[in-house]
């Protein structure tokens, strides 16, 4: 079924679409449609490895690890995809498409998403009441970037190489370079845009 680049309908419209859906995926934001596109092959990977050390850092615990394909429920009118997740309710551990309790959402950036992703979506995983950390993976350079939820608000760290990734909520720590070994990528387009965005900011 083709799709406009924005579609709007209603909730009930949008859930019919999407799970009768059997060759693509849609979110749905505060009642726009928008059908998920396929990525790189960097993106894909990083999903993978990442995903793989999540599962294996919490093989012990209660918690879950999802991949891509399982939706999250962030409001009534706020549907998405994020590219991994983990939750530790056992209210999320059934046979189902959905969940609702996150701990972790993990987005690994494209050109096509990024946008979004560091903007409305950032706004309403912050908003999210069980959502501890939010994790942003470029896949265009060497560059992570954690959201942590604290007492008095959220504490933003960045990573490049050479470091290790600090999850504080689930205690979790992964090396940079081991999951981006491999990949011809520099450690700069991450870091100039930041602080090209905060110099605009200061002017």
């Known amino acids: 079924m083709a799709l406009p680049e924005y579609l709007f309908m209603s909730v009930e419209d ?20 928008r059908m998920l596109a396929g990525e790189s092959t960097y993106h894909s990977a990083l999903i993978s490895r990442l995903g793989a050390m999540l599962g294996n850092a919490l093989e012990n615990s209660s918690c879950w690890t999802y991949n891509s394909d399982m939706r999250l ?28 309790h996150p701990c972790i959402v993990v987005d690994v950036l494209s050109p096509s998403t990024e946008a979004i992703d560091t903007g409305e979506k950032l706004r309403a995983y912050l908003e999210h009441p069980t959502i501890q950390e939010y994790v942003i993976v470029d896949s265009l350079s060497i560059w992570i970037e954690v959201y942590h939820r604290e007492e008095d608000g959220w504490k933003f760290r960045t990573y490049g190489p050479n470091s290790m990734v600090k999850l504080e909520h689930l205690k979790i720590q992964f090396s940079v370079d081991t999951l981006y070994r491999g990949m011809d990528l520099q450690a700069t387009r991450r870091l100039t845009k930041r602080k090209k965005a905060n110099n605009q900011r200061n002017s």
């Open 14 to 33: 949008y859930l019919a679409l999407d799970d009768n859906s059997h060759d693509a995926r849609y979110e749905y934001l505060d009642g726009e449609v």
């Open 73 to 100: 429920v962030l409001s009534e009118s706020y549907y998405v995809y994020p590219d991994l997740s983990v939750s530790c309710d056992e209210n999320d551990h059934t046979l189902d498409n959905s969940i609702l």
